[in-house]
């Protein structure tokens, strides 16, 4: 299993406000105010299952959320009750924000953290409506990178048989898309309004459903996780606690709503891990700088603000020309095999500097709050450096 750590492909980001901007699975939009980095599509899309359960509790979550939640005054989130979590468990705690703190807490503690991270992370990978099959690829690599190569920054521990069959179908998706942009640029020659067509759906198709099988298998995981994490994990009592503690009923709809203490105990809850680990204080700019040695190129996902939609991300756009087939053919294969070259993570500072950075990106896209400010303003800590 990886090292613990949140949810962030160190080489990409996204712009979102510090203050409040649109939290993770809703349709609220704010102001963008800062740059953190972050997965490449962490942030939107809310982990699924195909089991007609599951389904049908997403479907009546949809009908209540106008109810649910509010602390951010007119762009409320949309969120899970405690007591929801308790009656319903793993596929309420995961469609949550304030719960799913707590949960992410226990995940640090196990070293099992990239496993939430890559549910969320191929969630807001499916979500996003990609525009051009580069862009779609990108992503694609994006993730795999992240988590499925050998060595990985959060290498998520699954089947070698579902690793190689996710390496095979993007390896052979490549090839289909270098195989299309050699056609799309005979096309402009003739045809400039050409050059950029769509892909084929069908290809589309496969992108999008391709880490289902690791998907599927990361599920499993977190289900057993979660067993734990209610069975033995003092964090879990306390999360009942606290969170029941700062609810309140609504008197016309009956609707259970947190109040804004719910907020702070989820990210005080995140803050004690930071301090704990000595993740508060700025990293060295030598960790900053070997963490963001990239293998491959940033994908950069947009958080739109007050006038810019829903507050989902846009599709990712990158300066950088398509990959080259071979070369990421070689990739795979060097992921796969183990030798992607990601052994500076074992310095002890350069972790630090990774969970630090995954953790605030977590809690702006989760809470609309920076959890670094948080913890520094809550024990009045020094952001001087590590």
């Known amino acids: 299993?990886?090292?613990?750590?949140?949810?962030?492909?160190?080489?990409?980001?996204?712009?979102?406000?510090?203050?409040?901007?649109?939290?993770?699975?809703?349709?609220?939009?704010?102001?963008?105010?800062?740059?953190?980095?972050?997965?490449?599509?962490?942030?939107?899309?809310?982990?699924?299952?195909?089991?007609?359960?599951?389904?049908?509790?997403?479907?009546?979550?949809?009908?209540?959320?106008?109810?649910?939640?509010?602390?951010?005054?007119s762009t409320p989130p949309v969120d899970v009750s405690v007591d929801e979590v308790i009656s319903e468990g793993f596929k309420a705690i995961v469609h949550s924000k304030l719960p799913l703190c707590y949960f992410l807490h226990a995940l640090l503690d196990d070293y099992a953290s990239e496993n939430l991270f890559f549910v969320l992370e191929v969630e807001r990978y499916e979500a996003t409506p990609f525009t051009d099959a580069q862009s779609h690829l990108q992503a694609a690599y994006a993730v795999f990178e992240t988590y499925l190569g050998r060595g990985a920054y959060l290498e998520v521990n699954i089947d070698d048989r579902v690793r190689r069959h996710v390496i095979s179908e993007l390896a052979r998706l490549g090839r289909a898309w270098a195989t299309i942009a050699s056609q799309q640029q005979q096309l402009a020659l003739n045809s400039p309004a050409s050059a950029n067509l769509p892909p084929p759906s069908s290809m589309a198709a496969a992108l999008r459903s391709l880490f289902d099988p690791a998907k599927s298998a990361v599920m499993l995981l977190l289900e057993s996780s979660y067993a734990k994490f209610t069975r033995s994990s003092p964090l879990y009592p306390r999360m009942v606690r606290e969170l029941r503690a700062a609810t309140v009923v609504e008197d016309h709809s009956g609707a259970q709503m947190y109040t804004a203490d719910a907020k702070h105990a989820a990210l005080l809850v995140l803050a004690e891990?930071?301090?704990?680990?000595?993740?508060?204080?700025?990293?060295?700019?030598?960790?900053?700088?070997?963490?963001d040695r990239s293998p491959s190129p940033p994908v950069e996902v947009q958080r739109h603000g007050p006038s810019g939609g829903s507050g989902h991300g846009s599709a990712p756009s990158s300066s950088v020309s398509s990959p080259n087939e071979r070369t990421r053919e070689v990739d795979l294969a060097s992921a796969a095999n183990g030798s992607g070259g990601m052994g500076h993570l074992m310095d002890p500072q350069v972790r630090k500097a990774l969970l630090r950075r995954m953790l605030q990106g977590f809690a702006i896209t989760m809470l609309g709050a920076d959890l670094v400010q948080y913890a520094q303003q809550a024990t009045g800590s020094s952001p001087a450096s590590a």
């Open 1 to 73: 299993m990886a090292t613990a750590a949140a949810p962030h492909s160190p080489h990409s980001s996204y712009s979102h406000s510090t203050e409040a901007p649109a939290p993770a699975r809703t349709t609220s939009s704010t102001s963008a105010a800062a740059t953190v980095p972050l997965g490449p599509l962490m942030g939107a899309g809310t982990p699924s299952s195909s089991t007609s359960s599951e389904n049908m509790y997403k479907r009546r979550q949809s009908t209540k959320a106008k109810k649910l939640l509010q602390f951010f005054g």
């Open 273 to 291: 891990y930071m301090h704990r680990e000595g993740l508060v204080a700025q990293p060295s700019a030598a960790a900053e700088a070997a963490l």
